[in-house]
Every structure is written in structure tokens, then in C-alpha cells.
């Protein structure tokens, strides 16, 4: 079930500017999951669940530099998720970088009766809303992870010239990190990065398992992804309801918040940003069946009765598509779909919902 509920997250959508049907699926999730869920007006999602004088906490950020693509699809090959647009039959990025680490969250909040989650916005265009965090929110936390790296095996202690951790923490993680070969490294800029230097207490940044981020080749590894989600739930075990306070320093003078900033050739740079383009298609999340649909039909077409869907949408099997194309049907371990090749029509012929 844990693999299919990070395909699940891997389904959704956001970039930067759009991200409500994302924040929509994660308050759901959340809600379901026992967590009080708070929004603030810089779009950061708060989530505690239980009482505890100290909560362990787990963030990540809700954005991606991918498209939205209307005929978005996850697909599996050899033990790795990947995005597939349907329309134009090509691989596109699947937003590993940060859906595993949006996954990672809803997972720990599973597992523990005594926790703290956060999401933060537009983390891709900058840290926008790590970097304006409602600071009252981690007064009772004790430690702060993430989950926002590629590869498999870097634990970061120094982001973008900020420590974000010491001697009494790494000595604290260090038979849990070399259980699971991660080593501690230094790494760019991301949400812990703004979080340690408010919060008060030792923070990381990890490894999660995707790879070649923000490009059309990425992919999620599930093992790697899976082995860094149990290293996140035993950190909690092993460390406890426990406070590690730290005050985080500059290693490093002179400093540029954004001007050094690169993040595997996009995001922030001296150059500025440059707002990437999207398809001209606003995603919804129903909340009956955990499923996206085109918010301009005004209907899901995952779980409404046949005969309410948007006349498009019913087509017959083998029918030709109405702009004159035709449908090709398709299999995956999930079930069967059609899409029309020429204008990217979707058609579900019946898929598993894995919450």
C-alpha cells in the first residue's frame, strides 16, 4: 500500500503559481490521517496531530518546475515511477523533487501518534514561504527534517552556508545514518534552510530517491524512496519527543540569499527567475474519490455517474474521438485508460484508488 500511495502523491500536479489542487489533496490527506490542518495567507499547510509538550516535524515544499499537463500520467518500469503526458506520447518530469518529500510527510504523519508536518510554498522560485514560516509553529518542535535531495545517500548538515545541526545531533543520528549508508554532506538551498534559522533546533535535509530533477527525465526510484522514508520514521523512533536545540551559523561570509542560488540549472540564480510556462489547464481535487479532474468541466469524471459526465467524455469503445482523431486504449498496472493522440482526451476505464 505504500507504493501505491506514493504514486498517488506522484499523480498530483503543482507548479509555483498553481498548487491549489495540490494543497487541497494534502489537507485531505492530512484531515484523514487525525491532523489539525492550518493554512496562513502565504499558502504554507500546518498540521499537528496528538499532544506533546516536544513533536519531532517533517516539511516539505508543495511546488514543482514541471508543467500541468492535461493527459498526466504516472507510469512504472524497471522499480522506478516516471511522468508520461499522453497527449504528446513523451516522458515529462514527474515532480519527485518535492512529492516524495510531500509523500514522506503523510507517511510519518501515518505512523506517529505525536507529530508536527508542514508545506511550504513556491520553495522552487526561492524559499517563498519557508522564508515567511509562522515562527509560533515550531516553538514546541524538537527537530526538523526534510526530505528534499536527489540520490540515495546524503544527509545534509550545511545548506547553502548555514549549519544546520551539531556535535550532540550527529552523534544522536549517527548509528541510525550508518544502518542506512547515508553520510553527511553539505547541499543547496531548501526549506530547512529558513526553518534553522528560526526554529531554534538541529535540522536536515536528505537523499529521497528521485533523480535528474527538473527535467522531462526524471524519476523516482521506489526503493530508494521507501529506504529513506523508514530512515526518516526511525530518526523519530530512536530520537525521541526531545528537544535538540541549535542556533544555526554562517559558515561562510558574504553571503547572497538568492545570487548563488542554483538547483540543478533552475530556480533562482544571479539572473533572476523566470516564470515557466503552463498549459492552459486548471486541475480540481475531488475529495470523494482522491482523484484530479479538469476543474472547467465542473464534474469529476472519476466517480460521477456516467450519465452526468461532460458529453466528451462518454465515448464508446473504439468510437473515434469527436476532433477526428482516434483513442488508443492502454494498461497499466492500475488498470485501463484511453487517450485521443491528437487532442490529449482521457478516458478512465477503471483504476484502483490506493487511500
Request: aromatic share 14%; with cysteine.
Amino acid at each position: 500500500m505504500e507504493e501505491k500511495r506514493l504514486k498517488a502523491v506522484l499523480e498530483t500536479q503543482a507548479t509555483s503559481y498553481d498548487y491549489g489542487a495540490t494543497m487541497e489533496f494534502i489537507t485531505d490527506q492530512c484531515e484523514k490521517l487525525g491532523g489539525v490542518v492550518e493554512w496562513d495567507k502565504h499558502d504554507n499547510i500546518y498540521v499537528t496531530k496528538g499532544d506533546a509538550s516536544i513533536y519531532p516535524c517533517v516539511v516539505s515544499h508543495t511546488d514543482t518546475v514541471h508543467e500541468i499537463y492535461k493527459s498526466y500520467k504516472v507510469m512504472k518500469a524497471n522499480g522506478n515511477y516516471f511522468g508520461f503526458d499522453a497527449y504528446t506520447m513523451k516522458q515529462v518530469g514527474c515532480g519527485g523533487d518535492d512529492k516524495v518529500g510531500i509523500w514522506i510527510c503523510l507517511e510519518a504523519l501515518r505512523r506517529f501518534d505525536n507529530i508536527k508536518v508542514c508545506f511550504f510554498a513556491q520553495e522552487e522560485i526561492g524559499c517563498i514561504g519557508s522564508s515567511k514560516a509562522d515562527e509560533g509553529f515550531f516553538d514546541d518542535v524538537g527537530y526538523v527534517f526534510e526530505c528534499d535531495r536527489k540520490g540515495n545517500k546524503d544527509f545534509v548538515q550545511e545548506s547553502s552556508g548555514v549549519k544546520m545541526f551539531g556535535k550532540k545531533f550527529k552523534k544522536a543520528i549517527r548509528p541510525i545514518l550508518e544502518n542506512y549508508n547515508y553520510e553527511i554532506t553539505t547541499g543547496g538551498l531548501t526549506d530547512v534552510h529558513e526553518i534553522s534559522q528560526i526554529a531554534g533546533v538541529a535540522c536536515a535535509n536528505m537523499s529521497c530517491g528521485y533523480y535528474n530533477p527538473h527535467s522531462n527525465t526524471e524519476f523516482v526510484n521506489i526503493i530508494d524512496a521507501i529506504r529513506t522514508k523508514d530512515l526518516v520514521l526511525d530518526l523519530i523512533e530512536h530520537l525521541g519527543e526531545v528537544r535538540y536545540k541549535h542556533k544555526a551559523t554562517h559558515t561562510y561570509q558574504g553571503y547572497s540569499y538568492y545570487g548563488g542560488y542554483t538547483s540543478y540549472g533552475s530556480g533562482w540564480s544571479a539572473n533572476g527567475w523566470s516564470k515557466p510556462k503552463t498549459k492552459k489547464f486548471t486541475q480540481k481535487y475531488c475529495a470523494d474519490c482522491m482523484s484530479f479532474y479538469d476543474a472547467d468541466e465542473g464534474v469529476c469524471d472519476w466517480c460521477s455517474p456516467i450519465d452526468t459526465l461532460p458529453e466528451k467524455a462518454v465515448v464508446p469503445k473504439d468510437d473515434p474521438c469527436t476532433c477526428g482523431g482516434t483513442y488508443s486504449t492502454y494498461t497499466d498496472e492500475t488498470g485501463k485508460f484511453k487517450s485521443c493522440r491528437t487532442c490529449g482526451d482521457y478516458v478512465d476505464l477503471g483504476n484502483e484508488v490506493p487511500f
